[in-house]
Every structure is written in C-alpha cells, then in structure tokens.
Nanobody
Framework: QVQLVESGGGSVQPGGSLRLSCAAS????????MGWYRQASGKERELVAV???????TYADSVKGRFTISRGNSKNTVSLQMNSLKPEDTAVYYC?????????WGQGTQVTVSS
C-alpha cells in the first residue's frame, strides 16, 4: 500500500501562485511515477502533470508554461508549483502514484482562484 498526503492548497487571486506538495509513505519502492490530477465541480477528474522516474514530465496543455512538477531527492515526494493562476484552475487537486500498475490517491486539496 502507498499512502499519499497533500498539502499547500488554498485561495489566491488571479495571477497569483501556490505550491502543492505530496508525501508518499508505506510501500514506496518501485513507484513508477507520481503526478497531480484535478477535479472541478461538475467535471471529470483530469490530468494536470506527471513525472516519471527518469524525471520526464508531461503537462496538460492548459497548464503548460505556468505549472512545474518536481520530485524530491528521495523520490517519495512530489510538488506542483503553480504560477499565473486563473479562475479556471479552481478545483480539488489530487496527488497520484502508480506502483505495479495500481493507482493510489491522496485525499485531495482545494485550490480556489478568485478575485
């Protein structure tokens, strides 16, 4: 089992920045990749950014150039730096880890972008 705990959500004005962090614990060896997804009210959960073990990254088109995903040296933490935030970035953000073909999810953290 892999447990994921997110932190860093909150409220910010448009154009502002937030940093989300996620720490993995439990059986963390052989985690293939970690990432962030988000789910806005009334919408399906969508990929935001993913980073795999060789540090290759993938971003949703809507966040390219504004968000940056990174992993800690121990590879059991992942962060999402979010800059130039827009109202449409408002959502619950979920940390995700994939190990052995199985998905693990954090509890989610709310990000609200509003003036």
């Amino acid at each position: 089992q892999v447990q994921l705990v997110e932190s860093g959500g909150g409220s910010v004005q448009p154009g502002g920045s937030l940093r989300l962090s996620c720490a993995a614990s439990g059986t963390i060896f052989r985690i293939n990749y970690m990432g962030w997804y988000r789910q806005a009210s009334g919408k399906e959960r969508e990929l935001v950014a993913v980073i795999i073990n060789d540090d290759t990254t993938t971003y949703a088109d809507s966040v390219k150039g504004r968000f940056t995903i990174s992993r800690g040296n121990s590879k059991n933490t992942v962060s999402l730096q979010m800059n130039s935030l827009k109202p449409e970035d408002t959502a619950v953000y979920y940390c995700n880890a994939v190990r052995g073909g199985r998905d693990f999810w954090g509890q989610g953290t709310q990000v609200t972008v509003s003036s």
